[in-house]
Nanobody, 125 residues
Framework: QVQLVESGGGLVQPGGSLRLSCAAS????????VGWFRQAPGKEREGLSY????????FSADSVKGRFTIARDSAKNTMYLQMNSLKPEDTAVYYC??????????????????WGQGTQVTVSS
């Protein structure tokens, strides 16, 4: 059974950092494109960053470039999202996703097949 489980969310002050983890089971993450998305209340789900399945290229949305870093640890079958310089507008439920092959528009949530349950990130003083 394919499963993705996020962890690492929580409450952080503006300017702080968090690292989200997403552990995969039932499939080998190294063979898939992997990505991170978020959804704030009343807004559509937004693509943040993803790694392609074949050549491990990284693509990121302009809103998080220079602040968020995606990574994949094949030995642990786990992916990560390191988030720095967090802002109140980063408050959202964060989701990891996987699919194969790499979508033509990887920042479009509709092109991804497997999803985690989400983890809440709240940025507030």
């Amino acid at each position: 059974q394919v499963q993705l489980v996020e962890s690492g969310g929580g409450l952080v002050q503006p300017g702080g950092s968090l690292r989200l983890s997403c552990a995969a089971s039932g499939f080998t993450l190294a063979y898939y494109a992997v990505g991170w998305f978020r959804q704030a209340p009343g807004k559509e789900r937004e693509g943040l960053s993803y790694i392609s399945s074949y050549d491990n290229r990284i693509f990121s949305a302009d809103s998080v470039k220079g602040r968020f870093t995606i990574a994949r640890d094949s030995a642990k079958n786990t992916m990560y999202l390191q988030m720095n310089s967090l802002k109140p507008e980063d408050t959202a439920v964060y989701y990891c996703a996987a699919t194969v092959p790499t979508p033509p528009n990887g920042l479009d949530p509709a092109e991804w097949d497997y999803w985690g349950q989400g983890t809440q990130v709240t940025v507030s003083s």
